[in-house]
Nanobody, 123 residues
Framework: VQLQASGGGLVQAGGSLSLSCAAS????????MGWFRQAPGYVREFVGA????????IYGNSVKGRFTVSRDDAKDMVYLQMTSLKPEDTAVYYC?????????????????WGQGTLVTVSS
């Protein structure tokens, strides 16, 4: 079972960046898929999540209105579109899989994690 996050990089404040998460080795049809981030010295913070089959995503307060989570179950892919980026968005971003979906905001409930991809936002 593997989750592979990609798409991180360096971007200026106000810019945009898209992250992808590819799932393999397991069917994630029954899993919610979430994104978290972790900056040095901070706990892992919930960014957003979406249930299997789509539906309305949920978001952490710090990214609401700026980030968008989506998924393509046919391709076993999850995406995080980030806009209006701020220096405080700088972190390693992780994708994960959770079941049942009602625990999507809680990192400790996730069964699978990707390796993380670094996003750096310069001021």
């Amino acid at each position: 079972v593997q989750l592979q996050a990609s798409g991180g990089g360096l971007v200026q404040a106000g810019g945009s960046l898209s992250l992808s998460c590819a799932a393999s080795g397991h069917t994630f049809d029954s899993y919610g898929m979430g994104w978290f981030r972790q900056a040095p010295g901070y706990v892992r913070e919930f960014v957003g999540a979406i249930n299997w089959g789509g539906g309305t995503p949920i978001y952490g307060n710090s990214v609401k209105g700026r980030f968008t989570v989506s998924r393509d179950d046919a391709k076993d892919m999850v995406y995080l579109q980030m806009t209006s980026l701020k220096p405080e968005d700088t972190a390693v971003y992780y994708c994960g899989a959770v079941s049942p979906y009602r625990w999507a905001r809680y990192a400790g409930r996730y069964s699978y994690w990707g390796q993380g991809t670094l996003v750096t936002v310069s001021s």
